[in-house]
């Protein structure tokens, strides 16, 4: 059973920074793909960022230069450390890991930039 547990957002002034984590629990970190998504009010969720089980990152063009995604294999937690907060990234962010076809998903942490 994957069960996937994210914290760390919050309300945040506009410029302010934020860390994310997912704590897995499970036997398939180490071997999935994995990412931070996120649903904004009114929109479709997107990929924010991406690591795969060797380590390669992929970034939303959005998520360039200002957010970090990592992954502590020791400890199967996903990270998303989110600099430069503007309102636009408000929206609820979800951890996903995706393995042997299947996706398997958080519930999901608020995140809150005010201007």
């Known amino acids: 059973q994957v069960r996937l547990v994210e914290s760390g957002g919050g309300l945040v002034h506009a410029g302010g920074s934020l860390r994310l984590s997912c704590a897995a629990s499970?036997?398939?970190?180490?071997?999935?793909?994995a990412s931070w998504y996120r649903q904004a009010s009114g929109k479709q969720r997107e990929l924010v960022a991406k690591?795969?089980?060797?380590?390669?990152?992929t970034y939303a063009d959005s998520a360039k230069g200002r957010f970090t995604i990592s992954r502590d294999g020791a400890k199967t937690t996903l990270f998303l450390q989110m600099n430069t907060l503007t309102p636009e990234d408000t929206a609820v962010y979800y951890c996903?890991?995706?393995?042997?076809?299947?996706?398997?998903w958080g519930q999901g942490t608020q995140v809150t930039v005010s201007s």
């Open positions: 996903n890991l995706f393995f042997l076809g299947r996706d398997y």
């Open positions: 499970g036997n398939i970190f180490r071997l999935a793909s």
């Open positions: 690591v795969t089980s060797s380590g390669t990152t």
